[in-house]
């Protein structure tokens, strides 16, 4: 069960990351953001693209518990996660919510996945 919850949040991850490494206007546009600028498409690449497949490599170092960081990756991740749905908490407390999708869908997917990772961690 534990590998299963750590494989599926490392293909997020990786899905994440390559899709803000090949279409980083595509990728922000449901949050209705525009990378109309190289500067802008580059800040998606690295911090969705690059971070998104480098912390799917470290899950998958994790699954493979390589020099004992199993523990660290997955709580390192659910804290990660758990950090970006408390952003969005704050969001809602300052701004109108435009509804469910995206952003309420991805509180709930940074909450559950980052609760999952921790309870398997």
């Keep these: ?7 599926v949040m490392a293909v997020f991850f990786l899905g994440m990351g390559v899709y803000g490494l090949v279409a980083p206007a595509a990728l922000i546009r449901p ?3 525009v990378a ?3 500067e802008a498409r580059s800040e998606v690449r690295a ?3 690059g971070f998104g497949v480098a912390v799917a ?3 998958v ?3 493979a518990d390589a020099g004992g960081i199993r523990r660290g990756v997955l709580v390192t991740v659910a804290l990660a996660l758990l950090g970006m749905a408390l952003g969005r ?5 300052v701004e109108r919510s435009s509804g469910f999708y995206p952003c309420w869908f991805y509180f709930w997917v940074e909450l559950a996945g980052g609760g ?3 309870a398997v961690g």
Excluded: E, K
């Design 36 to 38: 109309d600028s190289a």
């Design 31 to 33: 949050f209705r953001m």
């Design 89 to 93: 908490l704050v969001a809602r407390a």
């Design 1 to 7: 069960m534990a590998n299963s919850v750590i494989a």
């Design 57 to 59: 490599g470290a899950l």
């Design 47 to 49: 911090v969705y693209g």
């Design 61 to 63: 170092a994790a699954l």
């Design 116 to 118: 999952a990772l921790l």
